[in-house]
């Protein structure tokens, strides 16, 4: 099986229906330097001697978890996750639901691309740019010939480009959580579904 029918096969699975001192990215950077900065410092941590091993693993995740949260805009993209179901929030449902989705993304991320960085060289192919947004393509290559195309969405916001979705061989990983996220809403309520989503997050 290659990387990309195995990614693509981990992406149809993220359902809640069914079943239970670092260099930070550079603010001012373009798009594709945004997304290669960030590729870069996670590999850097990974790669590193001094945190190999089980014991390692709570300050790598933290390193990592760090650069994400300084590189992808899951404010904006909690609130296209949710639709109209957004503006009927109070500031701290926001709040808790922004947190919430942050820590849900930052997993399948995690899963789905960054355990393949370690080992794998990550190739910049396109950057396109319109307006406030942006597209940077990567493709991380592995043994075999093993190919993951992996697209970056970013969006420009106070002159700072941050990443609003991540495409697998095509697939986005924040549209499939909004179609998740709208039939829970659709068949049950906001209560239920954050809920859910709690009970992932402590998993």
């Known amino acids: 099986m290659t990387i990309s029918r195995g990614a693509l096969i981990l992406v149809a699975t993220l359902t809640?229906?069914?079943?239970?001192?670092?260099?930070?990215?550079?603010?001012?950077?373009?798009?594709?330097?945004?997304?290669?900065q960030t590729l870069a410092a996670v590999t850097a941590v990974l790669r590193d001697p001094a945190l190999q091993g089980a014991d390692s693993q709570p300050e790598r995740r933290r390193r990592v978890?760090?650069?994400?949260?300084?590189?992808?805009?899951?404010?904006?993209?909690?609130?296209?996750?949710?639709?109209?179901?957004?503006?009927?929030?109070?500031?701290?449902?926001?709040?808790?639901?922004?947190?919430?989705?942050?820590?849900?993304?930052?997993?399948?991320?995690n899963r789905l691309v960054l355990r393949f960085l370690g080992d794998r060289q990550a190739t910049y192919d396109v950057e396109s740019?319109?307006?406030?947004?942006?597209?940077?393509?990567?493709?991380?290559?592995?043994?075999?010939?093993?190919?993951?195309?992996?697209?970056?969405?970013?969006?420009?916001?106070?002159?700072r480009w941050g990443v609003v979705d991540v495409r697998l061989d095509g697939v986005s990983l924040a549209m499939n959580y909004r179609a998740q996220f709208n039939k829970i809403l659709r068949n049950s309520s906001y209560d239920t579904l954050v809920q859910r989503m709690r009970s992932k997050v402590e998993k």
């Not at 229906?17 to 290669?36: C, E, I, M, S, Y």
């Not at 940077?136 to 075999?144: D, H, S």
């Open 129 to 159: 740019i319109e307006g406030n947004h942006a597209m940077v393509q990567t493709t991380l290559i592995g043994g075999k010939e093993e190919r993951l195309s992996v697209e970056y969405q970013l969006a420009s916001r106070h002159q």
């Open 65 to 109: 978890r760090n650069i994400i949260y300084d590189t992808f805009d899951f404010d904006e993209m909690a609130r296209e996750s949710l639709g109209p179901t957004w503006d009927r929030l109070t500031p701290s449902q926001q709040e808790e639901f922004v947190r919430l989705f942050g820590n849900l993304f930052e997993g399948s991320y």
């Open 16 to 36: 809640f229906l069914g079943h239970p001192p670092f260099l930070t990215p550079a603010r001012a950077a373009g798009p594709q330097d945004r997304v290669q």
